[in-house]
Nanobody, 125 residues
Framework: QVQLVESGGGLVQAGGSLRLSCAAS????????MGWIRQAPGKERELVGA?????????YPDDSLKGRFTISRDNTKNTLYLQMNSLKPEDTAVYYC?????????????????WGQGTRVTVSS
């Protein structure tokens, strides 16, 4: 089992940047594929992106996010990151990190994944 705690959310003006962190504890961090998922008010969850266990490959389902958001991980620090640049009001959401033994489970946002409690990001116009 792994426990996930997100941090780094907050209020930022449009065009600004934030870096979210997801600290993992429990079982070996490098045993898990990881991802970031967000949920905007009144909308369904949306995959921001996912990364393999080693971090050597990263998947972004939305090209518009790929150019502004970067997922990385530091397995020596048991931490997943989401660097968000050029933020827009439509990026306002609660951002969750998730862990799973297989990357596919992250991509499909399986309910059986391990989930953090989320961190709120608000982008003002």
């Amino acid at each position: 089992q792994v426990q996930l705690v997100e941090s780094g959310g907050g209020l930022v003006q449009a065009g600004g940047s934030l870096r979210l962190s997801c600290a993992a504890s429990g079982r070996t961090f490098s045993s898990y594929a990881m991802g970031w998922i967000r949920q905007a008010p009144g909308k369904e969850r949306e995959l921001v992106g996912a990364t393999t266990k080693s971090g050597s490959s990263t998947y972004y389902p939305d090209d518009s996010l790929k150019g502004r958001f970067t997922i990385s991980r530091d397995n020596t620090k048991n931490t997943l990151y989401l660097q968000m640049n050029s933020l827009k009001p439509e990026d306002t959401a609660v951002y969750y990190c998730a862990a799973a033994p297989q990357l596919h489970s992250i991509v499909v946002m399986s309910e059986t994944n391990y989930w953090g409690q989320g961190t709120r990001v608000t982008v003002s116009s």
